[in-house]
Nanobody, 115 residues
C-alpha cells in the first residue's frame, strides 16, 4: 500500500537547523510532484516547498525562501527538506505530500522551534 513516512522533526533552538525526510513507497515516486506542507496550531495548512518529479524545478513559500531547501532522490524514493535559520514561527506539524495521478499525504512530523 501507499506510504509516506516523515522523519527528522524535533525540538530545536531559534537559529538552528533540521533536516526532514519523507520515505515513499507503493507508487511511482519519480512520476510525482513532491511537496512539504505545514500546519501550526489554529492555522490552515500551508504549502512550504515543492519539487517537480525530475527535481529540476523547485518553489518555496515567501516565508521560507533562502532558509529552506527541498530536494529529492528518486533512486531512494525520498524527499528532503533542509531547514536552516529556524524561527519560532516555523513551529508546526510538517506533512509530506505526493501529487500526480492521485494525491497522498504522510502522517506528519512535529517541528518545534523554541529556546
Amino acid at each position: 500500500q501507499v506510504q509516506l513516512v516523515e522523519s527528522g522533526g524535533g525540538l530545536v533552538q531559534p537559529g538552528g537547523s533540521l533536516r526532514l525526510s519523507c520515505a515513499a513507497s507503493g507508487f511511482t515516486f519519480s512520476s510525482y510532484v513532491m511537496s512539504w506542507y505545514r500546519q501550526a496550531p489554529g492555522k490552515e495548512r500551508e504549502l512550504v516547498a515543492a519539487i517537480r518529479s525530475t527535481g529540476d524545478s523547485t518553489s518555496y513559500a515567501d516565508s521560507v525562501k533562502g532558509r529552506f531547501t527541498i530536494s529529492r532522490d528518486n533512486a531512494k524514493n525520498t524527499v528532503y527538506l533542509q531547514m536552516n535559520s529556524l524561527k519560532p514561527e516555523d513551529t508546526a506539524v510538517y506533512y509530506c505530500n505526493a501529487r500526480g495521478v492521485r494525491e497522498y499525504w504522510g502522517q506528519g512530523t512535529q517541528v518545534t522551534v523554541s529556546s
